[in-house]
């Protein structure tokens, strides 16, 4: 796929932690140089009252 077409992985786990998630050093780091090299990363950041909790009741 590799530019060619586009990949979107999403991920609550940061990527710092997913050699740990993962377990094997060698499949992780495989899996992050394929993934990593040439991406965009957007970081969203928690900031206030969850949007899913303030408009739970409106339904």
């Known amino acids: 796929r590799h530019g060619h077409a586009s990949t979107i992985v999403t991920s609550q786990l940061p990527v710092d932690l997913w050699h740990e998630q993962i377990g094997d050093p060698t499949i ?5 140089d394929r993934l990593v090299h040439n991406a965009h990363k957007i970081n969203l950041s928690m900031k206030g009252e969850s949007m899913r909790k303030k408009y739970a009741g409106l339904t």
């Open 28 to 32: 992780a780091d495989a899996i992050l």
